[in-house]
């Protein structure tokens, strides 16, 4: 594997949350793996704002993994943030969703997102679905997410 870079989850469902977790340690991942509980948060990560403010605890992660049906700001509206302006317009965001709607996976890919794959029913596919993202992530260039962190963000105040 390539280096590792910082994944962020963004999850509201703590029984998905702790299976992506495991499933990443399973996988002998070297990724090391964040996590939020909605899109909400997932801005406030982004923005290094609050809690998430120290950058060597909180790095900016290289790919972030979204549901989409979260309360607060849904992942759909993540995305559309991500994608407005500053360094999070680059950031690979893979859609893990339970819903197969092809109405949700076009409005997925119309916002930005690099990926949609739909929630495994099973452990094991889980964890092999993770291990597939892990490779196909390591094995391309990633952009240069750090040296773009000194253009602006569009945070909520």
């Known amino acids: 594997?390539?280096?590792?870079?910082?994944?962020?989850?963004?999850?509201?469902?703590p029984d998905d949350a702790f299976l992506v977790k495991r499933a990443f340690a399973s996988a002998g991942l070297?990724?090391?793996?964040?996590?939020?509980?909605?899109?909400?948060q997932a801005i406030e990560y982004l923005c290094g704002k609050g809690k998430y403010a120290d950058r060597k605890v909180f790095p900016v992660p290289g790919l972030i993994i979204a549901d989409l049906k979260m309360p607060r700001v849904t992942g759909f509206d993540l995305i559309k943030w991500m994608r407005g302006d500053g360094y999070?317009?680059?950031?690979?965001?893979?859609?893990?969703?339970?819903?197969?709607?092809?109405?949700?996976?076009?409005?997925a890919y119309e916002l930005g997102a690099n990926a949609y794959m739909v929630k495994p029913t099973t452990y094991v596919a889980l964890e092999c679905l993770i291990r597939s993202i892990a490779e196909f992530w390591d094995s391309g260039e990633k952009p240069a997410i750090e040296s773009?962190?000194?253009?602006?963000?569009?945070?909520?105040?």
């Not at 070297?30 to 909400?40: I, M, Q, R, S």
């Not at 317009?89 to 197969?100: D, E, F, L, Q, Y």
């Open 88 to 107: 999070t317009k680059v950031i690979p965001v893979i859609v893990m969703s339970a819903s197969a709607l092809p109405q949700d996976v076009n409005r």
């Open 148 to 157: 773009a962190c000194v253009e602006p963000l569009n945070c909520p105040q």
């Open 30 to 40: 070297n990724h090391p793996l964040f996590f939020v509980e909605d899109g909400a």
């Open 1 to 13: 594997m390539h280096a590792s870079f910082p994944v962020l989850l963004v999850e509201d469902n």
